[in-house]
């Protein structure tokens, strides 16, 4: 039985987000940028712990290579987000990687509004990290697009329900159970 710590990406509601009565079938169906997604790592079993990685962006952040005031913001947790809608799993880190690499990885992408940076928005960001992550094996080998599509669905249902108690969790993973 494998240990190893848990990849999820995850869907947070936005801080601007209005509840989810705005949400009907009279209403278009929202896109990926209705949220805030973000990478989430947590060992086996977990009862809320974990570290958050996602993408900032305030003036207060800015500077001559990000005028934007894009950054990666990372934070360990001793309970999930309250903003948390759900999370996803796409894979398992590598033996021997550790969140610090991970880090590292992410520091690497493209972030959006850098000089020359084809990464638009911050849904555009997600999709090249899970790209990244596919590529050093924490990840599965799947379609981004078909995933984020998904992944959309999903954050859809999960911002709909009204009173849920805890974050949901899903598997995107080959197993697609949990144990």
């Known amino acids: ?10 869907a947070y509601t936005r801080p601007t987000a209005s509840d989810s009565s705005t949400i009907s079938a009279s209403k278009p169906r929202p896109t990926a940028q209705k949220y805030h997604w973000g990478l989430w790592l947590e060992p086996k079993g977990s009862n809320g712990n974990g570290t958050s990685f996602d993408l900032e962006d305030a003036v207060a952040y800015s500077s001559i290579s990000s005028p934007f005031g894009w950054r990666l913001h990372i934070d360990e ?23 610090a690499d991970v880090a590292k990885i992410l520091t690497q ?8 940076s084809p990464v638009g928005d911050a849904v555009e960001w997600i999709k090249r990290v899970i790209y990244e992550l596919q590529e050093v094996g924490c990840a599965e080998t799947f379609s981004i697009d078909a995933f984020m599509e998904e992944a959309l669905s999903h954050a859809v249902t999960w911002h709909s329900k009204k009173g849920r108690t805890e974050p949901e969790k899903v598997n995107f993973t080959w197993s697609r159970t949990f144990p």
């Open 1 to 10: 039985m494998s240990n190893k710590i848990r990849v999820f990406v995850a």
């Open 77 to 99: 947790h001793k309970s999930l987000p309250s903003h948390m809608l759900g999370r996803i799993m796409i894979g398992k880190m590598v033996e021997g990687t550790t969140e």
């Open 109 to 116: 992408v493209q972030m959006p509004c850098e000089a020359g």
